[in-house]
């Protein structure tokens, strides 16, 4: 058994013996130490989680989008393209476009190097100076297709 077998055992043991709540009341508090550990919430683990607590996986699925903090795919940075309608209407889609070109990847997917998850959001409440790009936090506003590149290689090593 590896560290991380004996981490998930631990956070299962606890969860399904020690804590006295309903099982669809674990569940969030279990992904959070889960994502914790082992950095995301990778498929075998919603498995194991479905079948331990009795919980169906269509549950556990939407629990994990409701929280955008829990993540089923392994990635270091977060790409999110603002696409409200005032950046939209101030050439986001453009922006969008060219990150995935750049990262050869449509949005909601991980780059092959599992560096940048690439997504859409809604208003960054920054309209006045849209398009706006928010990677991991930091926000670049007014963000044409051509600073695309550099945003990219603010992140890449």
Same mark, same amino acid.
């Given at each position: 058994?590896?560290?991380?077998?004996?981490? =998930?055992?631990? @956070?299962?043991?606890? /969860?399904?013996?020690?804590?006295?709540?309903?099982?669809?009341?674990?569940?969030?508090?279990? =992904?959070?130490? @889960?994502?914790?550990?082992? !950095?995301?919430?990778?498929?075998?683990?919603?498995?194991?989680?479905?079948?331990?607590?009795?919980?169906?996986?269509? /549950?556990?699925?939407?629990? @994990?989008?409701?929280? $955008?903090?829990?993540?089923?795919?392994?990635?270091?940075?977060?790409?999110?393209?603002?696409?409200? !309608?005032?950046?939209?209407?101030?050439?986001?889609?453009?922006?969008?476009?060219?990150?995935?070109?750049?990262? !050869?990847?449509?949005?909601?997917?991980?780059?092959?190097?599992?560096?940048?998850?690439?997504?859409?959001?809604?208003?960054?409440?920054?309209?006045?100076?849209?398009?706006?790009? =928010?990677?991991? !936090?930091?926000?670049?506003?007014?963000?044409? $297709?051509?600073?695309?590149?550099?945003?990219?290689?603010?992140?890449?090593?």
């Amino acid at each position: 058994m590896t560290d991380m077998d004996e981490i =998930l055992q631990e @956070i299962f043991t606890y /969860y399904e013996k020690d804590c006295d709540m309903p099982n669809t009341e674990k569940l969030l508090p279990m =992904l959070r130490e @889960i994502q914790e550990a082992k !950095g995301y919430i990778p498929e075998s683990v919603k498995q194991m989680i479905s079948e331990r607590l009795a919980l169906k996986s269509t /549950y556990i699925d939407a629990v @994990i989008k409701r929280y $955008p903090s829990l993540k089923e795919q392994p990635y270091l940075y977060e790409i999110k393209v603002c696409t409200d !309608g005032r950046c939209t209407s101030k050439d986001a889609l453009s922006v969008l476009q060219t990150f995935e070109s750049l990262l !050869g990847v449509p949005k909601g997917q991980v780059t092959k190097d599992n560096l940048f998850f690439l997504n859409t959001c809604q208003c960054m409440h920054n309209c006045a100076k849209g398009p706006n790009v =928010l990677v991991n !936090g930091r926000l670049y506003s007014q963000v044409t $297709p051509a600073m695309v590149n550099k945003i990219i290689r603010d992140f890449r090593p």
